[in-house]
């Protein structure tokens, strides 16, 4: 079982509505998680990270952790073209090291 | 700029070569990370530094890489007698303890 999954996609979504990205991780451990943004060719970009349980909001970006299910999310409201990229789910196990998912990839539909 | 900088962006080199980047993390942050990262994959993990010392280090970081952070600033990654295996994207990122990761640009190898 790998540590960090994510649907791999692409995930394809009209401008305008909303994105939802989804990863699961196996280490109940796992204190704290991140959602990182990746162009093509260009190296992750931190968007937001979550350490308790529930919703996080920052501007368009919602990230939503459930520790019991061990499952977080990112919505990204109003998708923009922009916003088309590979997005990385990275999980932080007892203080270690920061362990990634695949990535789900994102294409907005003008 | 005060961000992760890594040296070099890109690097060719034959199979057989021994070659080495550098990251210089954020000035404050005590812990460094490498990965590699190959097309259409997440970063994998390779090792990782909190001030000098060399804490974890992945199963994939075979005796041909060695990484050093000799006065817990800057560090270096060496891959020793390269294979075309080992083509791909090397990432440092930096933090303060377990918060938040920030990557450098990556140096892209290619090996002919």
């Known amino acids: 079982q790998k540590e960090v999954e994510q649907n791999s996609g692409p995930l394809s979504v009209p401008e305008g509505a909303i994105a939802s990205l989804n990863c699961t991780y196996s280490?109940?451990?796992?204190?704290?998680f991140f959602w990182y943004r990746q162009y093509s060719g260009k190296s992750p970009e931190l968007i937001m990270f979550?350490?308790?349980?529930g919703d996080k909001e920052d501007g368009r970006f919602t990230a939503q952790l459930n520790k019991a299910s061990q499952y977080v999310s990112l919505l990204i409201r109003d998708s923009q073209p922009s916003d088309s990229a590979t997005y990385l789910c990275a999980v932080n196990s007892r203080g270690q090291n920061f362990v990634f998912g695949p990535g789900t990839r994102l294409s907005v539909l003008p | 700029d005060t961000g992760v900088s890594q040296d070099p962006r890109h690097k060719i080199t034959k199979r057989g070569q021994n070659v080495t980047f550098r990251c210089d993390p954020i000035?404050?942050?005590?812990?460094l990370y490498w990965y590699r990262q190959t097309l259409g994959q997440g970063p994998e993990f390779l090792t990782y530094?909190?001030?000098?010392?060399?804490?974890?280090k992945s199963r994939l970081l075979s005796d041909r890489f060695s990484a050093e952070r000799p006065k817990g600033s800057f560090s270096t990654l060496e891959i020793q007698r390269t294979e075309q295996g080992d083509s791909a994207m090397y990432l440092c990122?930096?933090?303060?303890?377990?918060?938040?990761?920030?990557f450098g640009q990556g140096t892209r190898l290619t090996v002919v």
């Open positions: 530094f909190q001030n000098e010392a060399q804490l974890e």
């Open positions: 979550i350490y308790s349980n």
């Open positions: 990122a930096s933090s303060i303890g377990n918060s938040e990761a920030f």
């Open positions: 000035s404050e942050h005590n812990r």
């Open positions: 280490d109940r451990g796992s204190q704290s």
